[in-house]
Nanobody, 119 residues
Framework: QVQLQESGPGLVKPSQTLSLTCTVS??????????WTWIRQPPGKGLEWMGA???????YYSPSLKSRTSISRDTSKNHFTLQLSSVTPEDTAVYYC???????????WGQGTQVTVSS
């Protein structure tokens, strides 16, 4: 069974870089799913697709976040990471990682982690 777990700081100051890690268990991130995705949900709003990394290492980003987003992976640690630069309070959200075989289809989710941007 594939399991995902997000980790990272819950509080980030404005203008800093938000960094989150998603650790995958139940198989290798290079084989068990094609895409590994970051999604967020700001308070009172819907889910927002941020970007993904494929099992071949290619990355895909939301056009609205592309200039501030970087997704990478460490296959030796079986995890992938999100970096979001120059954060503002509008980046406050619950951040989820997910895995699936499509860029918009997921069958494995982390439980989500709250990130608050505040000074």
């Amino acid at each position: 069974q594939v399991q995902l777990q997000e980790s990272g700081p819950g509080l980030v100051k404005p203008s800093q870089t938000l960094s989150l890690t998603c650790t995958v268990s139940g198989g290798s991130i290079t084989t068990i799913r094609i895409y590994w995705t970051w999604i967020r949900q700001p308070p009172g709003k819907g889910l927002e697709w941020m970007g993904a990394i494929a099992n071949d290492g290619n990355t895909y980003y939301s056009p609205s976040l592309k200039s501030r987003t970087s997704i990478s992976r460490d296959t030796s640690k079986n995890h992938f990471t999100l970096q979001l630069s120059s954060v503002t309070p509008e980046d406050t959200a619950v951040y989820y990682c997910a895995g699936g075989n499509g860029l918009a289809t997921y069958d494995a989710w982390g439980q989500g982690t709250q990130v608050t941007v505040s000074s």
